[in-house]
């Protein structure tokens, strides 16, 4: 019950910053408009509108998720609201996993929010719903679940501006999964120490980017639904294991 | 009476990283608070007030020293669900409406329908909040009304020990005279109060015991009538030479001389006929004698300034710690 208050409340609280309205609207703004992108490319018309739509998605949910996870334990802070929340029966754990789920219900309301617009907008083009685009809309979802996951984690000890920095320093390097794997086997010991730290550790994003399998049907995946499976098993995991870190921090910070 | 706070060696240090010093914010500080009384935590700014009842409340943790509130060790969930808190300056969050908040708080204290609304509509009776702004988000409240929100808060669960920041600090006279009441009602049914304010005056309409602290050190602590005891007295004379003024002067240093007049404050009942009596030899006539009460003020001022401590308006009129 307090964790879903706490979740609830952040949600609506979220849902009411200018800044991931503005980033929302224009999102949708650049997916309605991707039909008359798709004139500039007649040919390719289809695949312009899909992967226009789904980087917009991508780009926008992984500013929403960023600036919604770095601001939100560290505003309770800033604002003093954390004072009233705390001093009442409630365990620091509940507080963390209240601002996560709240964090993570409003990416997904954005997500689902340019989702709609963007299979409304195939819809409208190609009169048919393809799954994939479906697929690649909720795969975006889950790795800005363990975006937001990292960034919930850093906030418990970091100041918002560092934690950008860092989350979107790591999304990136993540993303950069196969370059780092093949420096894993790199001549300077140096490099392949890092290489293999940074593949191992970091969160593997690159794996969420489904985007081109999708887009282009010549490039199939030999068994969609377990890689998908596997790597919704990965972000939940990989989310569960931030959120403990983040837990075990914040259960010693004082506020 | 059962304690409701206990507090033993409470100490909290910081550490200022530029310039490697020790920060002691409060200083084994020992106290206890029984239950059903109105406790007045008086200090200057940056005496260690909010510190304390911060850790008092689990936010920041002891650095030595230990603490009970309500019987239960610092922190305990359970205790939490029998105490509130209204802190210095609270915020809230600004678009939910003032009903919305104390829904959202009864959630945090697992209070279940029908009996959360219930509960809601009560709290938000008792501060006086006026019924058509229950359902108007928090930014369009003054300063006063956001403060009655802070209290409803504090007694949606029907609390039986209240931590209270400065609760009356920047109100107009008006609205700090019904939260006092609000305050004053509070201790009538028998819960608890721990009041930290510089409103000195409010303590003394409410509270029964006070204490003071200074750079996080116990100075003085006891009941406000113990504390305020001795009368001072001021004596008004005129026709007096320059030689009489300086014996009175040996006697009663506080002596103001103005316009031939002499008055001699703060003295000491046992030293009044003596200088009476000077007043008289030097051919001199006594126009008046005041009785005068000692104010917690002056207890107040006394206290710090012996510790030496310099009391600022600020510290009299409220501020931030």
Known sequence: MVTMAIAKQTLEDMLRRKILLILLIVAVGMIALGPSVGFLSPRESSVVLKSLGLAVILIAGLLITILAGIQVIPTEIERRTIYTVLSKPVQRFEFVLGKFLGGLATVFVMIAAMGIVFLGVIYWQQHNLPREMVTGVAMTFFQMMLLGAMAIFFSTFATPVVNFFLTFAIFMVGNMSSVTESLTSNKNPATKLLATVLHYILPNFGNFNIQNKLIHPEQTLSNPSVFIFQNIVYAIIYSAILLLLAILVFDRREV | ?321
């Not at chain 2, 706070?5 to 920060?23: F, H, M, P, R």
């Not at chain 2, 710090?304 to 501020?319: F, M």
Request: hydrophobic fraction near 40%; aromatic fraction near 6%.
């Open chain 2, 1 to 321: 009476m059962a304690a409701a706070v206990s507090i033993q060696g409470l100490t909290k240090k910081y550490l200022d990283v530029w310039n490697k010093a020790e920060i002691v914010a409060v200083d084994h500080l020992n106290l206890e608070v029984q239950e059903g009384e109105i406790f007045g935590f008086l200090g200057r700014n940056g005496a260690g007030k909010t510190t304390t009842i911060k850790m008092l409340l689990g936010l920041i943790f002891p650095t030595e020293g230990a603490a009970t509130v309500l019987g239960k060790p610092l922190g305990d969930i359970e205790a939490k669900s029998q105490v509130s808190y209204l802190p210095e300056e609270a915020y809230f969050y600004e678009t939910m409406t003032g009903w919305d908040i104390l829904d959202f708080y009864a959630r945090l204290f697992r209070i279940s329908e029908p009996d959360r609304s219930r509960r809601v509509q009560k709290a938000l009776e008792d501060v006086y909040l006026d019924p058509k702004a229950w359902r108007r988000p928090l930014r369009g409240y003054s300063k006063g009304m956001r403060q009655r929100i802070g209290i409803a808060q504090a007694l949606i669960n029907d609390p039986k020990l209240l931590f209270l920041d400065e609760p009356t600090s920047g109100l107009d006279p008006i609205a700090r005279a019904e939260l006092r009441d609000v305050i004053g009602n509070v201790g009538k049914q028998g819960k608890t109060v721990f009041l930290s304010s510089h409103q000195l005056s409010d303590v003394e309409l409410l509270c029964d015991r006070v204490s003071i602290i200074h750079n996080g050190k116990l100075l003085a602590l006891g009941r406000i009538t113990d504390l305020t005891a001795g009368e001072q007295v001021e004596i008004h004379a005129e026709g007096i030479t320059n030689g009489a003024v300086d014996k009175i002067r040996g006697l009663v240093p506080e002596v103001l001389q103005t316009d031939g007049r002499l008055r001699i404050p703060a003295a000491e009942p046992g030293k009044v006929a003596s200088v009476i009596d000077l007043v008289r030899g030097a051919k001199g006539t006594v126009t008046a004698i005041i009785p005068h009460r000692r104010s917690l003020e002056d207890v107040f001022v006394q206290t710090v300034r012996k510790a030496g401590g310099d009391v600022s308006v600020a510290d009299l009129k409220g501020g931030e710690e």
